[in-house]
């Protein structure tokens, strides 16, 4: 039996190629670059010492799709692909619409009608929107997310929990297997994998901190600029709850690992339940790279909230994970991998 990764060769699909290769697990990649690398899969291939098959496709697309059911015996979806740049989904709210939601669509249908009825979604920490008093539990009532990305991640949630509680016969399935969904709430994932062969590679500018200061530190950019020092934290940055995307990939082995005892649909926090600022993020890279970070101080970015912290109990007692990396071991293996990609993969 295989597992299927949608988005496989981008930043945390990658990872997560990883750890579930030297879990035991066969994995194939589906994925449509556009906002990955091929390289990247040349990489993981070179990383864990055998080929990954990967087939270049939308998850939108049907054909292809019945194609990887008819051709492999998949146990389970990890399920990355997905638009999710802020900015960009404000722009175009349809195109996000189209790709994240209807593409979600057209792949539990396809997973329904193949039998295939195990899924871990990768969602967002961002479903709690601009919840007040952090650390955020998952049985809190969610937030309003302030940008159509985010609501494209809470509206899949919610399909995915209909889904979960529709009849069997509805979905199509040739059995009565009920469905096993997992959504995993991301914090915030930074760092790379300790070989510094891949890592995070945004398309043009970077609309995260981590990855904006990596290209700042490797000479690619002159200056990071602060959104925001009036906030009503310790230091007047925005607080985060920062998680090594390893330590992230190891949560969806460790859910993938418990999907069949958890069935319906269960959400999970991925986080550190530890929460850093800006300035703490920037202190840590300048400590890691051996040099100040040049930086500025500019106006609140729109939809920013003060403080997002993870309580991440629930991954702990269900799935027996937690995080084990330090906010120095996210800043020394991003900027392993920037220091030998200034390019990121280059294409
Ligand atoms: C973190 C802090 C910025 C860039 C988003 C998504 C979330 C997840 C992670 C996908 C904020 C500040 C940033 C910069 C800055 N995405 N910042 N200068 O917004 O917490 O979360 O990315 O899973 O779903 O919502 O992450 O890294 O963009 O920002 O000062 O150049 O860094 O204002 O306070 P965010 P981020």
Not at 28 to 53: F, H, K, T, Y
Not at 133 to 140: A, H, K, L, T, V
Not at 258 to 283: E, F, K, Q, R, W
Request: proline fraction near 7%; aromatic fraction near 8%; glycine fraction near 10%.
């Amino acid at each position: 039996m295989s597992i299927l990764v949608t988005g496989g060769a981008g930043y945390i699909g990658s990872h997560t190629c990883i750890e579930l290769i030297k879990a035991g697990y066969s994995v194939v990649v589906l994925d449509d670059l556009s906002n990955s690398s091929r390289e990247a899969i040349c990489r993981i291939g070179g990383l864990v010492g055998q080929e990954v098959p990967f087939i270049e496709g939308s998850i939108a697309d049907r054909s292809v799709l019945q194609h990887l059911f008819s051709n492999y015996q998949f146990s389970a979806v990890l399920h990355f692909a997905g638009s999710k740049a802020v900015g960009e989904s404000v722009s175009h709210p349809l195109m996000y619409y189209r790709n994240n939601i209807g593409g979600t669509t057209v792949l539990l249908e396809e997973m329904a009608r193949a039998g295939v009825k195990q899924l871990v979604f990768s969602s967002s920490a961002t479903v709690y929107g601009d919840a007040p008093n952090p650390p955020f539990r998952e049985d809190q009532p969610l937030g309003q997310p302030t940008n159509p990305y985010g609501k494209t991640k809470l509206f899949i949630e919610e399909l995915c929990r209909d889904v979960a509680a529709s009849d069997a016969q509805a979905c199509g399935g040739p059995d009565n297997n009920p469905w096993h969904i997992a959504l995993l709430r991301y914090f915030n994932p930074v760092g790379a994998h300790e070989s510094g062969r891949i890592g995070e590679d945004p398309r043009g500018t970077p609309n995260n901190l981590m990855p904006y200061i990596t290209q700042v530190a490797v000479g690619r950019r002159p200056s990071l600029s602060i959104f925001g020092s009036d906030y009503d934290t310790p230091d007047g940055t925005c607080i985060r709850d920062f998680i090594h995307v390893v330590d992230l990939a190891e949560g969806h082995v460790a859910a993938l690992k418990h999907l069949s005892a958890m069935p319906g649909c269960t959400a999970i926090n991925l986080g550190t339940g530890v929460g850093y600022s800006v300035l703490d993020v920037v202190h840590a890279m300048e400590a890691a790279i051996g040099r100040p970070i040049p930086h500025t101080f500019a106006p609140r970015r729109p939809g920013d909230s003060a403080a997002t912290v993870s309580d991440p109990s629930r991954a702990k007692a269900i799935l027996g994970w937690a995080t084990r990396r330090t906010l120095a071991d996210m800043c020394t293996d991003a900027w392993r991998w920037q220091q030998a990609n200034p390019q990121g993969y280059g294409e």
